[in-house]
């Protein structure tokens, strides 16, 4: 965040006037206009909230376009495969899309010897442009065993001579294939640099989770308070376990059944009664996940400082994605990192403000978003500075605020589908289902912590 954004709207408007005002000259107008005509731009995009909980959530609704990108039409409709099926060898992918003239695919693959890059490459599925027929149908097949084991996005692409256009990403897990870029990496990251590791989940074997977190490693819901998602955290010992161990990887299915109001899944790292994992500054935390673009998806990998309501407490959004693209949708060009100071007041008395930033990722190591393939999120909180990285490349920097420094952090990773984003849930079209794919979290410091934090009242 700039210092420009960091000043309330009413002390910039007038410090620029003052400013203008000392200058004396017809430019000094012109100034005043330019800047009050884009504050007034900043202001109007940064009021817009979909969610009628502007007061309480203002600082989760950054970077709103909704009014952009109005292009983005509904059409794609898979035949086959069903969404998210194991797949093996060759597979058709048979699509309708009405309206549309002509289509493309795209899946990321491992490096190649014309693509050696680290990365991985995308890959065009069908070679050249795809024509729709007059039916609207359309049909393209590829080897699943030329990519990456496990979970695979199939990005299929339309649009026709008017200029509108579609993007559907068939989610599959792939039976067959390569194994590549998988599980724990067996070097430290950068970030964690001078730190020994305290904390590792593969996610390899058998999951413990329990509903509120006592005698397992995860609670299935955010500690003491606070769920947040639309399709609501579902409890582990329940009719509606979001949860599975699949291959090496924890899988997070979000799904609204007819007659429910949906279901999806939270893990945090301590339980109802503050007991569990912890890490204190200075310390660094990652996960490394991929997860479906689409209307109303939310996942994210935080820490919080704070379990009780009401309290001071630090917040680090280390990752929150938003998907969706055309009108009323994120069409977000990245994702958002933030850091929130809650209940805090500087010495004069205002609200302590956090810093936020959105990261866009097609431009930072393969280029890939967020959905296409897996990436690895972190941060590092130290005695002086808090560092955020995107697959190991740093993003975002700024002073570590004091709580930050002197409490322990608890993690998070969630799969949250609407609710207090703001933004409007529809996955009709992927049969109302949409998965995560979690393959590690891990965290670092200089020592562990034996630290409760017990349940407190005013």
């Known amino acids: 965040m700039t210092t420009c954004e960091r000043m309330t709207s009413n002390k910039l408007i007038d410090t620029i006037i003052s400013i203008a005002k000392s200058k004396k000259s017809w430019f000094s107008h012109a100034l005043i206009l330019f800047a009050l005509m884009n504050i ?97 149908e359309a049909s393209f097949s ?72 006592r ?32 291959g090496d990887y924890l899988k997070i299915e979000a799904r609204k059944k007819a007659g429910t109001a949906g279901s999806t899944g939270l893990i945090a790292s301590v339980n109802m009664d503050g007991k569990g994992f912890w890490a204190k500054a200075p310390c660094y935390l990652e996960c490394r996940f991929t997860a479906q673009s689409a209307p109303g998806t939310w996942p994210a990998f935080w820490t919080i400082t704070g379990l009780d309501n009401g309290f001071p407490g630090d917040e680090l959004d280390i990752v929150e994605a938003y998907g969706g693209v055309g009108k009323g949708n994120p069409n977000h060009e990245g994702y958002g990192v933030c850091s929130h100071f809650w209940g805090q007041k500087n010495t004069d008395g205002t609200n302590k403000e956090g810093f936020y930033k959105v990261i866009r990722i097609m431009d930072l190591g393969g280029e890939s978003y967020w959905s296409t393939t897996f990436h690895t999120y972190g941060v590092y909180i130290g005695l002086e500075k808090t560092v955020y990285y995107f697959d190991n490349i740093e993003v975002l920097r700024h002073p570590t605020n004091d709580i930050s420094r002197d409490y322990p952090h608890t993690f998070l990773i969630n799969y949250a589908i609407g609710g207090i984003s703001g933004w409007s849930i529809d996955l009709e079209r992927y049969g109302n289902g949409s998965d995560m794919y979690v393959d590690f979290v891990r965290v670092y410091a200089l020592y562990r912590v034996d630290y409760v934090n017990t349940p407190k009242t005013k």
């Open 40 to 136: 007034l731009s900043v202001m109007n995009l940064k009021s817009q909230d979909q969610s009628g909980l502007k007061e309480i959530y203002a600082d989760f609704n950054h970077g709103q376009t909704t009014n952009k990108n109005n292009n983005w039409v509904q059409s794609i409709q898979i035949i086959e495969p069903t969404c998210r099926s194991d797949v093996k060898g060759m597979i058709t992918v048979k699509f309708k899309a009405t309206g549309m003239d002509e289509a493309k695919a795209f899946c990321w693959s491992q490096p190649s010897n014309d693509n050696p890059s680290e990365w991985g490459h995308d890959v065009n599925l069908t070679s050249k442009i795809l024509k729709i027929k007059k039916n609207g």
């Open 142 to 213: 590829f080897n699943a065993d030329n990519f990456p084991s496990g979970p695979m996005n199939v990005r299929i692409y339309s649009q026709n001579k008017k200029g509108e256009k579609d993007v559907f990403e068939l989610q599959l897990y792939n039976l067959g294939g390569v194994k590549w870029n998988q599980g724990i990496p067996s070097i430290d990251p950068p970030g964690a640099k001078g730190l020994k590791l305290i904390f590792e989940d593969d996610f390899n074997k058998h999951l413990s989770i329990s509903n509120d977190g």
């Open 215 to 246: 005698n397992a490693r995860y609670s299935a819901h955010k500690p003491r308070f606070g769920d947040f998602s639309g399709w609501p955290f579902s409890d582990y010992n329940g009719p509606n376990n979001p949860f599975r161990q699949v």
